[in-house]
């Protein structure tokens, strides 16, 4: 009996110990007069929902507007990695804005998954989730939204039907054929 209550002791001190321990995770430095690059940042719990943040060095909330790239793909196919084509170029004509590229759900033609309104609802969380780190990320509330083809199409849907608290200040749409 006295084993059995000593295995049960040592037992929960070890469960007490892990579940009172602080996360380990390292903390983002935010500096603005550092560049920072943030992967994969989510902005729901969708493995699609996630976003690439690349901040500028020497950033303030006064000067730096924020370029918010929707990738295309006819709502079946595309990735936010095809911002990286484009951020070399936009970077020097743009030299005072940071950048978001986004990825949203896809609909999927097999299951018929992710049907819309799903694309429309992850570009609205989407900017909801950026406005919220705004001030965080010392950036402007001055956000451009952007995209190619059916990222146009959704860029031009918010704008249009959703921009209700004026975040998004301009729009920008690649052959939006959608």
């Known amino acids: 009996m006295q084993n059995k209550f000593t295995l049960h002791l040592i037992l929960v001190s ?5 579940a009172c321990s602080e996360s380990e995770e390292p903390s983002l430095n935010l500096d603005p007069s550092v560049a920072v690059e943030i992967k994969d940042d989510p902005y729901g719990n969708h493995p699609r929902q996630v976003m690439d943040v690349y901040l500028p060095a020497n950033r303030s909330k006064e000067k730096t507007k924020l370029f918010v790239w929707v990738h295309g793909g006819a709502w079946t196919d595309g990735d936010k990695s095809e911002f990286t084509q484009i951020k070399p170029l936009l970077e020097t004509l743009f030299e005072d804005y940071a950048f978001v590229s986004v990825n949203y759900r896809l609909y999927n033609i097999t299951t018929t998954s992710n049907k819309f309104p799903n694309q429309e609802e992850d570009i609205k969380s989407m900017l909801s989730y950026v406005k919220s780190r705004l001030s ?13 083809s059916a990222g146009g199409h959704l860029a031009l849907l918010h704008s249009y039907k959703n921009n209700g608290d004026g975040l998004v200040k301009a729009t920008v749409a690649f052959f939006s054929t959608y």
């Open 136 to 148: 965080e990320w010392d950036l402007s509330e001055d956000v451009v939204l952007a995209g190619g």
């Open 14 to 18: 070890i469960l007490l110990t892990f």
